[in-house]
């Protein structure tokens, strides 16, 4: 099945440091969802994107919605131990919860080092 | 508020055999969909349901079908499973047209 680009596909860095993921797509979405996965555990939401250009935060996450609607990247500031965990993005075509379903990213598994 | 919740956890079966993996949904919640996670990968979406039908559908075979309830609940049905059936399996819920919400899963294993 289709996937979208995810970058990197690991990141190790200090506690304190900003991250930076990002993900494109040859196909254009209508919406962009950031996820993050615990071990054992499901997908829980971050951020949701419904606008090109659109620029939203949560906390410490920013994420935006790429003009071109192909793209979009999340970035997380001052990392804290509990960010550890694997992110992935998500694309959907329809406006909202439509029959297309989401399609995902392979994820960037982040480590954080004390 | 009850989030998305999803039976059984854990799950070993060998090929051939079927198996039903359930899931209720997120109280308000009138949309289900059914994703397959293979280790180190993102999800694959399997299909949907709204109103008791399949809504939409992504490349999976017939084996896999499922059903949803009047009270939104649902189930996925797998025949003849396979080794590369070895998955987590999850289910999320949404108003439909709003965001979806994941449930913990239930992974599956495969002999």
């Known amino acids: 099945g289709q996937q979208l680009n995810q970058s990197p596909q690991s990141m190790f860095i200090q506690e304190g440091e900003d991250v930076s993921m990002n993900c494109t797509s040859s196909s254009i979405f209508n919406t962009w969802l950031w996820y993050k996965q615990d071990p054992g555990e499901g997908p829980v939401l971050l951020i949701a994107l419904y606008k090109a250009g659109e620029l939203t935060s949560n906390g410490r996450l920013t994420a935006q919605f790429g003009i071109t609607r192909k793209d979009s990247f999340l970035n997380i500031s001052a990392s804290i131990p509990s960010d550890v965990g694997i992110y992935f993005c998500?694309?959907?075509?329809?406006?909202?919860?439509?029959?297309?379903?989401?399609?995902f990213g392979k994820g960037t598994h982040l480590i954080i080092q004390p | 508020e009850t989030g998305v919740t999803q039976s059984p956890t854990h799950l070993i079966k060998t090929r051939g055999q079927q198996v039903t993996l359930r899931c209720s949904s997120q109280s308000g919640h009138n949309t289900v969909s059914w994703y397959q996670q293979a280790l180190g990968q993102g999800p694959q979406f399997i299909f949907q349901y709204y109103r008791e039908e399949e809504n939409g559908r992504g490349n999976f075979p017939p084996r896999f079908s499922g059903l949803q309830f009047p009270n939104y609940s649902s189930e996925l049905n797998v025949n003849a499973l396979e080794l590369d059936d070895s998955a987590l399996y999850l289910c999320?819920?949404?108003?439909?047209?709003?965001?979806?919400?994941f449930g913990p899963g239930t992974r599956l294993l495969v002999l």
């Open positions: 998500a694309g959907q075509e329809d406006s909202g919860g439509g029959a297309d379903g989401l399609t």
């Open positions: 999320a819920s949404s108003p439909w047209g709003k965001t979806q919400y």
